[in-house]
């Protein structure tokens, strides 16, 4: 009989009704969510733009889930430390934003948070063969960054594969988590690829019968 490793889903607050954001994340809490998942966009790294500190600050209370913030802007290093102090867990920086990735991972440690480096897609495994035993969590996009809502790119199925076997053949403690068109027809993919925490905006937030039925279908899909 095979067993299903354990997967976690990270609700993303993108998709969720601003206006009536703390009652989302306290939803999701309450449905079983593992942690909340923040996406903070600058309008440069990326071509829209969402969140600052002060949002994570809000949130903090709001929720005992760990917080994880992800970075997609330009020269994240000038920005940690608000995040960190606005009460985020963990800190998820962009390989391709980040021009010393090694200093960066140094700082959010120094500042006593987990360590999370996301790649695009269009960036190989390889571009963080230096860094992997240093952080605690890869983050692969399955989608541009940028938007909710985008289709699932299935030729990063080959890339979560190898950051899988990578990461088990080093023994390394390090989470492999995807983030962009997750949804009940795409899940089962990307956990038999490899991953094992799950970043899903538009799948929970805007599922036609609400967060209860999207995360419903989600599990309904790992068996
Ligand atoms: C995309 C963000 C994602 C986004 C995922 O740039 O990083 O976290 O919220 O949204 P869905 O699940 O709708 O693809
Ligand atoms: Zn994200």
């Known amino acids: 009989m095979s067993v299903r490793p354990q997967i976690k889903l990270a609700p993303s607050i993108l998709a969720a009704d601003m206006g009536r954001l703390a009652d989302a994340v306290r939803e999701v809490a309450e449905l079983g969510a593992d942690r909340i998942h923040i996406d903070v966009m600058d309008g440069i790294f990326v071509p829209n733009i969402t ?116 990461i088990d053949d080093s023994g390394l403690d390090c989470e492999l988590e995807v983030d962009g068109g997750v949804d009940a027809d795409t899940i089962g993919a990307v956990v038999d690829a490899g991953a094992r925490v799950l970043v899903a905006g538009s799948a929970i937030f805007g599922a036609p019968g609400g967060p209860r039925a999207g995360i419903a279908a989600l599990h309904s899909r790992l068996g």
């Open 51 to 166: 969140f600052g500190p002060i949002v994570v600050k809000w949130l903090r209370p709001v929720t005992r889930l760990p917080l994880e913030v992800h970075l997609m802007i330009d020269r994240p290093e000038r920005y940690l430390e608000d995040f960190a102090k606005a009460g985020a867990d963990t800190l998820i920086v962009h390989q391709e934003g980040a021009l010393h990735l090694n200093r960066t991972i140094q700082a959010i440690r120094a500042l006593g948070k987990k360590a999370g480096v996301a790649i695009n897609p269009a960036t190989p495994a390889g571009a963080l063969e230096e860094v992997l035993a240093d952080i605690d969590l890869v983050l692969a996009m399955t989608v541009n960054p940028g938007f909710g809502g985008q289709a699932f790119i299935a030729s990063t199925l080959g890339k979560i594969a190898k950051l899988r076997r990578t």
